[in-house]
């Protein structure tokens, strides 16, 4: 569902949209690029909860949805949030208020992002095995968290250590 409202919001309301397999495997993607970052804050330990969108995105993605509605080139701010973002968190920086801003921004679009944004509990049982792979990893039996691994694999999740922890995505 948050998939289709994505791809929605990157068609203008005046364009023709021809939905297929390709068109929503993308808007899957970008679902999971938005959510992935949450969750990499979320592995760092980022405190975003509570800030604020930052002023200076709010101003030019309210610009753009008041340019006739302009919901492709507003979710478009949102992904370049994500990027710059993603960049803070590769240098080992803050990041708090573009994720706060990427949350905020989409949820005022109705997407919501991060944990507990789809109704099913798929995300939370592949946290779990996440954290149990980390657990494993951490006691040093890496017989364990090979298969836990390979658990994860089988269900289509890719798993990413990073500095800051693991972080999961779909395949």
């Known amino acids: ?14 364009k023709t949209l021809e939905i297929n397999a390709d068109v929503m495997a993308q808007a899957r993607a970008g679902i999971e690029r938005l959510d992935a970052l949450v ?3 979320e592995a760092g330990g980022i405190e975003y909860a509570g800030l604020g969108p930052d002023a200076e995105l709010a101003d030019r993605f309210r610009e753009e949805m008041d340019d006739d509605f302009g ?9 370049d949030t994500v990027r710059r973002a993603n960049g803070l968190l590769d240098q080992g920086e803050d990041a708090a ?11 005022a679009l109705g997407l919501r ?4 944004a789809d109704e099913d509990d798929e995300d939370g049982e592949i946290q779990a095995l996440v954290d149990a792979r980390t657990a494993a990893k951490a006691a040093k039996d890496f017989a364990e968290a090979d298969l836990i691994r390979d658990r994860l ?5 890719t798993v990413e250590d ?4 693991p972080v999961w995505r779909r395949s």
């Open 153 to 157: 694999g089988a269900m289509g999740i």
């Open 162 to 165: 990073t500095p800051t922890g």
């Open 113 to 116: 992002v991060g944990a507990g």
């Open 1 to 14: 569902a948050r998939a289709l409202r994505l791809l929605l919001l990157q068609t203008h309301y005046r």
């Open 71 to 79: 919901s492709p080139e507003a979710m478009a701010l949102v992904f």
């Open 97 to 107: 208020a573009l994720v706060a801003t990427v949350i905020d921004l989409s949820g």
């Open 39 to 41: 969750r990499r804050a």
